[in-house]
């Protein structure tokens, strides 16, 4: 187990190059949400915390789709001093670079769209920017801000004056959807979705070092199988990437892999797959397990992945055989903890799970939209949660074993909760005021107006990890949702970007005497 930990901290810290922040999706490329380095937003500081700043940036959103999660690299020596430097990418193309300590921007571009979109936009297929930049090292430049635009062209950014340090390099296909950035062994990759402008969904991976060379992919499914966890592809120790699958066809000999966890090699070819028992009930009901992003975390000898998806019952997965010689037993499938009315729209785990080890003890945090199954038993409840909440489970040994989780706590209310980030004992997390369900009771499709008419302003929590109390909330000050979005801490400030362009950003202040 340490030697499987330290491993993991070191391909951290390669990815990082010791860099502070909150560098990508997730924190890291394991996707865990662990916020390792956080010394300020403390459970003795927490009940200090305000909103420092707020600014609304020229950012129109398209659809529902705005402002991505914040990307931040911390303690930067400039000529103005030491600065953290807060990026957001928006929906219509546009790059914000700002000072965390003011709200000021340094620096913005909107970048060249070079292709145009041959659908018209949705909410589902909105042709916007839709994924979460990344800050890590490009070969031969240093540190570097990517960020991926709507036409599918990867960009590269000195971070803090805006200098492109690269040409724009085809990744994915224009307005494919495209989710979180990771990087490993100095490939970018990227997941496509939901078949927006007609491309198959998939990974697609860009090689840095030659970055002028044509991308490479893995296709899930000729038609179906999105892969649209917020956080993208998360990666093992050994360097192969994990994603979660949508709905859709299921044939291994002709290469459809529809509600599947694949395994893939860091060139994308499949390495291993769990593909769950009941998975033609699954896409049966539309119970999408693409909707999630997998995380990936250390567990005494193993390197354990958990997945989940709409059906609301979460799988713990061995890296190293994922599911077993038939591909469809896992260590262990637990009962589900929410959707007991088996609907697709809304219910369910949505986004990212989280992760952390305190004293010797594995915590895993799912969002779970609606409420839990009556047949789930939280030894610490906070009250109805007919909206939505965040679930926490202890990663325990079975009796032969292998891991199970047991049920910790359920949270207060949330509409709708989003991948929370845990850092110093503490579960932040954001409901972020979207509205889930996606059909009226006529069966028509909703379209984005009448979705957005349903949302309300966001709210942002810190709860204590281990009994999941309400150790501080933001109440009212937040006044727009935020949609497929999520919170970002760094350098004991919290950032949040709305629909509507503002980004609110809470912490203890500058510290200084007036």
């Keep these: 187990m340490k030697l499987l930990t330290a491993f993991l901290i070191l391909s951290t810290s390669a990815f990082s190059q010791g860099v502070r922040g909150w560098l990508a999706s997730g924190g890291d490329p394991q996707?865990?949400?662990?916020?390792?380095?956080?010394?300020?937003?403390?459970?003795?500081?927490?009940?200090?915390?305000?909103?420092?700043?707020?600014?609304?940036?020229?950012?129109?959103?398209?659809?529902?789709?705005?402002?991505s999660t914040a990307v931040v690299r911390s303690r930067v020596s400039t000529h103005l001093g030491i600065i953290d430097m807060v990026a957001f990418a928006g929906a219509s193309d546009r790059v914000f670079v700002l000072d965390g300590d003011s709200g000021k921007t340094l620096w913005q571009k909107t970048l060249d769209v070079t292709a145009t979109p041959q659908r018209n936009p949705s909410w589902l297929c909105p042709n916007a920017l839709t994924a979460t930049p990344i800050i890590a090292p490009l070969p031969g430049a240093g540190q570097a801000l990517f960020v991926l635009a709507s036409d599918g062209r990867l960009h590269a950014f000195n971070p803090l004056t805006g200098d492109p340090l690269m040409p724009p390099a085809q990744l994915a296909p224009a307005f494919s959807k495209m989710w979180s950035l990771n990087i490993s062994r100095n490939i970018v990759y990227t997941t496509t979705s939901q078949g927006c402008n007609g491309v198959k969904s998939g990974v697609w991976?860009?090689?840095?070092?030659?970055?002028?060379?044509?991308?490479?992919?893995?296709?899930?499914?000729?038609?179906?199988?999105?892969?649209?966890g917020r956080a993208g592809a998360a990666v093992l120790s050994d360097g192969r990437l994990?994603?979660?699958?949508?709905?859709?066809?299921?044939?291994?000999?002709?290469?459809?892999?529809?509600?599947?966890?694949?395994?893939?090699?860091?060139?994308?070819?499949?390495?291993?797959?769990?593909?769950?028992?009941?998975?033609?009930?699954?896409?049966?009901?539309?119970?999408?397990?693409?909707?999630?992003?997998a995380v990936v975390f250390p567990w005494?000898?193993?390197?354990?992945?958990?997945?989940?998806?709409?059906?609301?019952?979460?799988?713990?997965?061995?890296?190293?055989?994922?599911?077993?010689?038939?591909?469809?037993?896992?260590?262990?499938?637990?009962?589900?903890?929410?959707?007991?009315?088996?609907?697709?729209?809304?219910?369910?785990?949505?986004?990212?799970?989280?992760?952390?080890?305190?004293?010797?003890?594995r915590w895993l945090y799912a969002p779970a939209w609606g409420p839990p199954t009556s047949y789930t038993n939280f030894p610490q409840a906070h009250g109805a949660t007919p909206n939505g909440s965040v679930m926490a489970f202890k990663v325990e040994a079975a009796a032969d074993?292998?891991?199970?989780?047991?049920?910790?706590?359920?949270?207060?209310?949330?509409?709708?909760?989003?991948?929370?980030?845990?850092?110093?004992?503490?579960?932040?997390?954001?409901?972020?005021?979207?509205?889930?369900?996606?059909?009226?009771?006529?069966?028509?499709?909703?379209?984005?107006?009448?979705r957005k008419a349903n949302t309300r302003p966001a709210i942002l929590y810190a709860l204590d990890a281990t009994t999941g109390e309400v150790l501080w909330s933001s109440g009212d000050t937040i006044k727009s949702f935020s949609h497929f979005s999520g919170?970002?801490?760094?350098?004991?400030?919290?950032?949040?970007?709305?629909q509507d362009g503002t980004v609110y950003t809470f912490g203890l202040g500058s510290g200084m005497i007036p």
């Design 242 to 293: 994990v994603v979660e699958t949508g709905d859709g066809p299921y044939d291994l000999a002709t290469g459809q892999y529809s509600d599947t966890v694949l395994f893939l090699t860091p060139d994308l070819k499949l390495a291993d797959y769990y593909t769950p028992a009941n998975r033609d009930w699954i896409t049966k009901k539309d119970l999408d397990m693409g909707n999630m992003g």
């Design 31 to 67: 996707r865990t949400h662990w916020n390792r380095t956080e010394t300020e937003l403390t459970k003795d500081s927490i009940k200090r915390i305000k909103l420092e700043w707020t600014v609304k940036l020229d950012s129109p959103p398209k659809e529902l789709t705005n402002l």
């Design 205 to 228: 991976g860009l090689d840095l070092t030659d970055p002028a060379k044509k991308s490479f992919n893995f296709l899930a499914a000729n038609n179906g199988a999105g892969i649209w």
């Design 300 to 361: 005494q000898n193993r390197e354990l992945v958990a997945a989940s998806g709409k059906e609301g019952a979460i799988f713990l997965l061995d890296a190293k055989s994922p599911g077993g010689s038939d591909h469809r037993t896992p260590l262990y499938r637990s009962p589900m903890f929410t959707n007991e009315v088996i609907n697709f729209s809304g219910l369910g785990f949505w986004g990212a799970m989280s992760t952390w080890e305190s004293q010797g003890t």
């Design 401 to 450: 074993g292998t891991p199970k989780l047991t049920p910790a706590w359920n949270s207060v209310d949330m509409m709708l909760p989003a991948p929370v980030i845990i850092a110093n004992g503490i579960v932040f997390a954001l409901a972020d005021g979207d509205y889930g369900v996606q059909f009226n009771p006529q069966g028509a499709l909703l379209n984005s107006e009448q």
């Design 487 to 498: 919170l970002t801490l760094a350098g004991g400030r919290l950032y949040v970007g709305t």
